[in-house]
């Protein structure tokens, strides 16, 4: 199958600062990825949808200025989660696909931000 | 949008018995149902997937069956393993470069 890298895999911020997380597809062009986050024993919640060289799509209620998120090209998305609050504190997780995964989802590792 | 429920939460199996994971959707646009494994603390893996032009797709112990009349679809282990346990995601989409809607995954337990 193909392969999502993203780091870090953990984070540990002080409140008020910023975080990035990157996204990469490695062996295939993701046309379109996806930023997910997930709480302990419970599903993925989307937080938005990027497509390359396009604006992200948010999902209602997810604060676009507080997560940005940059999609600049087929290989790379970046997730930063700016002024970072302790209930930003999260598992994110990015999955991506592209015309040559046949509509299949490939996930990230995840990276566990925690905020003091 | 599209609303996809997933039963049931958890189950518990003797080793060697089947699984069954059911889930339904909302959205009749979604052609599109893969299912994923989650082990703790490990990025969720495809398991296997069907499209809404087949009613039934088998891989080895693992089988998905779809009802697009009824908008359910199912997943079956067979012959489960300890390595089965884990936390399984069904989902739902319409295709293309739309979005993947998941269920609330079901925690399988599998007892040696």
């Known amino acids: 199958g193909a392969v999502v890298s993203q780091h870090p895999s953990r984070v540990i911020c002080k409140s008020g600062t910023s975080v990035k997380i990157e996204c990469r597809s490695l062996d295939f062009q993701a046309t379109t990825m996806f930023w997910y986050r997930q709480f302990p024993k419970q599903s993925l919640m989307l937080m938005a949808t990027s497509n390359e060289g396009s604006k992200a799509t948010y999902e209602q209620g997810v604060e676009k200025d507080k997560f940005l998120i940059n999609h600049a090209s087929l290989t790379l998305s970046t997730l930063t989660v700016t002024s970072a609050h302790p209930e930003d504190s999260s598992f994110y997780i990015c999955?991506?696909?592209?015309?040559?995964?046949?509509?299949?989802?490939?996930f990230g590792s995840g990276t566990q931000l925690s905020v003091l | 949008g599209e609303n996809v429920e997933q039963h049931p939460s958890t189950l518990s199996v003797q080793e060697g018995d089947s699984a069954v994971i059911k889930c339904t959707y909302s959205d009749s646009a979604s052609n599109y149902f893969p299912w994923y494994k989650q082990e703790l603390g490990k990025r969720p893996q495809l398991i296997i997937d069907?499209?809404?032009?087949?009613g039934e797709k088998k891989d080895q112990r693992i089988a998905v069956t779809l009802n697009k009349t009824a908008k359910h679809f199912s997943l079956h282990i067979t012959e489960t393993q300890p390595e089965d346990s884990a936390v399984y995601f069904c989902?739902?989409?319409?295709?293309?470069?739309?979005?993947?809607?998941f269920g609330t995954g079901t925690k399988l337990q599998v007892i040696p």
């Open positions: 069907i499209r809404s032009n087949v």
């Open positions: 989902a739902a989409s319409p295709g293309g470069y739309q979005k993947v809607t």
């Open positions: 999955s991506a696909r592209g015309t040559s995964t046949n509509e299949k989802l490939f």
